[in-house]
């Protein structure tokens, strides 16, 4: 399949040559697009036009498409801007013989085939070659375009999705660092709190809202650890159960350990990523697991945490069940944190109904894919 797109490599500007680093272009390396969305738009790092010029890494244009190489193989994306990248990915320009959209969803359904090829003892590696080793049969042009078209809207409209769910999300976080970190909270007359001249009082956290106090987070929170699973597989018919470890799904079972509404936050390894769920998932023991009747505003509590400090690792980043419990926390009177909940609680909801909505949609996109491509459904 490499005569139908130019295979690029990239490059990393050296690092410790300051003028090359956070300029104006975007560089892109496997963080920044090993995800679900199909178009990646914000790198972590950018660099200058001097990065770009005297370093080996190349500039893509929007639409191109990216492809991780090394380590993490056949992550894909395609670009919503000009960006460049590193030499663990390969960037992909199509030629006239076919259309990015179409080769974006050609390369999702022979990934299989492509990790079958690489190469490396330490890490697996694609190279240039193991696109010459696949055999692809490449329907007209007219037909791959309705094809990718197809494919597309479905795609489109999970990041649709998944654009409102970020956006939600920002707006719970400024509502909660208005009440519960600016004290901007409706007063009595509905006006905000400090602003209005709210009275103050100090504490050792600061200052805070009169009748406010400082506790600790287990008086609100239930914390415990994760368990080991039995059994560790891809996803099946068998084993749909989600696996959650520090950092997100890591595999998946045949039981649940908890179905309900809990947060979790990574433990070993990566620490204080949180996470919201609601139905059947198993947690591992590299998380804790979090319940709480108040959890909309416990979510917000546990993303303003500096987990760094709380790292008892010497080998790998460690945090306790006794340091989260001992946590210092502001607590705001009952009826406002309440109403807080209150509203989050269907923000939350909303994000939920989303995230199902692309389950759903995922799963017809990942069904159709193979049978578009194969002939087997008609365009």
Not at 210 to 215: F, I, K, N, S, T
Not at 336 to 347: A, D, G, R
Request: charged fraction near 25%.
């Amino acid at each position: 399949m490499s005569e139908i797109m130019e295979i690029i490599g990239g490059g990393t500007p050296k690092t410790g040559i300051k003028e090359y680093w956070n300029g104006n272009i975007p560089w892109l390396s496997i963080k920044d697009f090993g995800t679900s969305s199909k178009i990646v738009y914000v790198t972590e790092k950018t660099i200058t036009e001097r990065g770009l010029k005297e370093s080996s890494t190349k500039m893509l244009e929007k639409g191109d498409l990216i492809i991780s190489a090394r380590g993490t193989v056949g992550e894909i994306a395609q670009l919503g801007k000009k960006m460049a990248f590193n030499q663990s990915c390969y960037g992909l320009k199509t030629k006239k013989e076919t259309t990015n959209n179409f080769l974006y969803y050609l390369l999702k359904n022979i990934i299989l085939s492509l990790k079958n090829n690489v190469h490396g003892s330490v890490f697996d590696t694609i190279t240039k070659d193991t696109f010459s080793k696949i055999e692809i049969d490449l329907p007209p042009l007219l037909e791959q375009k309705k094809i990718a078209s197809i494919l597309s809207a479905l795609d489109d409209k999970i990041e649709v999705n998944n654009e409102m769910n970020k956006t939600l999300e920002e707006m719970a976080q400024t509502l909660f660092k208005r009440w519960f970190i600016d004290f901007d909270f409706p007063n009595e007359n509905g006006e905000p709190y400090k602003s209005s001249g709210g009275k103050m009082v100090d504490s050792e956290l600061g200052e805070i809202p009169e009748r406010w106090r400082v506790g600790s987070l287990e008086e609100i929170v239930d914390i415990s650890s994760g368990k080991r699973p039995k059994i560790k597989k891809e996803k099946d018919k068998l084993h749909k159960i989600p696996i959650i470890g520090a950092n997100g799904i890591m595999s998946y079972t045949n039981e649940f350990l908890y179905n309900e509404k809990l947060l979790t936050i990574g433990r070993v390894g990566t620490l204080g990523v949180v996470q919201k769920y609601y139905d059947k998932i198993w947690t591992s023991d590299n998380s804790l697991v979090i319940k709480s009747d108040y959890l909309e505003l416990v979510y917000f509590i546990l993303k303003s945490v500096d987990y760094k400090s709380l790292n008892r690792g010497s080998t790998q980043p460690l945090i306790t069940q006794t340091d989260m419990k001992n946590l210092k926390i502001i607590i705001g009177e009952t009826e406002l944190i309440l109403e807080f909940c209150k509203i989050i609680f269907k923000s939350f909801n909303l994000q939920k109904e989303n995230q199902q909505q692309t389950q759903s949609l995922t799963k017809i996109r990942d069904t159709l894919l193979p049978k578009l491509m194969s002939g087997e459904v008609e365009v």
